[in-house]
């Protein structure tokens, strides 16, 4: 199992285009990447990629996910 954002970065790597949270949940469901009991586990990824992306720049790493709005997120590297 990956953890979600793990999962969504693979996704989006896969995909090679942005996408809602709902279809990253959905597509890292069925795929097995990860198992979620939550009720709402498109919002705890929202949640957590802006967490990783804060403790990634309070760490001077490269941030690796960036919001389009409304629920759709990219990869940064697509933005170089």
């Keep these: 199992m990956l953890s979600k ?3 969504a970065y693979k996704i989006l790597k896969d995909y090679k285009k942005p996408l809602h949270v709902k ?4 597509i890292a ?3 097995g990447l990860i198992i979620t ?3 709402t586990p498109e919002a705890t990824l929202r949640v957590d990629m802006s967490l990783e992306n804060k403790r990634r720049k309070k760490q001077k790493k ?3 996910f960036y919001p389009l709005g409304e629920g759709v997120w990219g990869l940064t590297k697509w933005k170089k």
């Design 23 to 26: 279809d990253i949940i959905e």
């Design 62 to 64: 490269e941030i690796r």
């Design 37 to 39: 009991k939550g009720k």
């Design 5 to 7: 954002t793990e999962a």
């Design 29 to 31: 469901i069925k795929k």
